[in-house]
Structures are given as structure tokens and as C-alpha cells.
């Protein structure tokens, strides 16, 4: 044991090394805030399930509506919030009311560093840019 003071200080020098992307967000307050999204200007008042599970939770409803329509030719999705019925299409449904591409979902997938792919298949509405 005549390197134990090496070994010690090696250990140490790792664990600073090793926790450092910890230490720098907590001594960080920057935060960025959140994009503040606007209601849809279309009149409708509701959407096609709560809030908080589209925030959530879209991108499953949205693979379930794929899977749905391309495989079963299923079209209509009843909403276990409010038992309305609704197309299952993200152009004719989603866009209809969050038409504008750029300030709906651009904003929020940009935030949240995520990239779509949406619109491999899906033409882009006139209004998002």
C-alpha cells in the first residue's frame, strides 16, 4: 500500500471529473422556458382528447392512429374524454385547429430537441412557415 495516496487522489479527481455535468446544472440557473402555445383561432373549443394527455402523450395516440388506419382502415377515433368522434387524420383533424406548423409544433419539438417525422409522408399545411 505505498501508492494508497495516489490511488486516493485518483479517485477523487474521477469523481469530480465523473459528476461534473451534475455539479454545472445545479450551479446553473438558466433555465429555458417553456414555449407558450396559443389556442387554435378556428372556434373549437375542444380537442380530441384532455390536455394534459395530448401534451403528453400525442405522439402515441398519433403511431395508434397509423397503425389504425394504414392496417385495420379504421377511421374513426372516439375520444374517452368527451365520447365525440373524430377522423383519424393528423392533416384534417390535428392541423384543422393547430394549423400554423411553425408556431404549434415546430415551438414545442424544437424545446424538447426532437425531430418528427410527420412529414416524410404528411404534405406540410400552407400556413407553416
Known sequence: MYDAGKIIVGIVVFVV???????????TEA???APKLTLPTNGSTE????TGYMRASHMDLLNQWREQVVRTGQRDYVSSSSGKV???????TC???????ADFCDACHTYMAVSPYCWDCH??????N
Open 86 to 92: 373524430f377522423d383519424m387524420s393528423l392533416s384534417r
Open 31 to 33: 433555465t429555458p422556458e
Open 47 to 50: 380537442c380530441v382528447e384532455a
Open 123 to 128: 404534405v406540410e399545411p400552407k400556413g407553416a
Open 95 to 101: 392541423m384543422d385547429c393547430h394549423s400554423n406548423k
Open 17 to 27: 471529473l465523473a459528476t461534473s455535468p451534475l455539479w454545472f446544472n445545479a450551479l
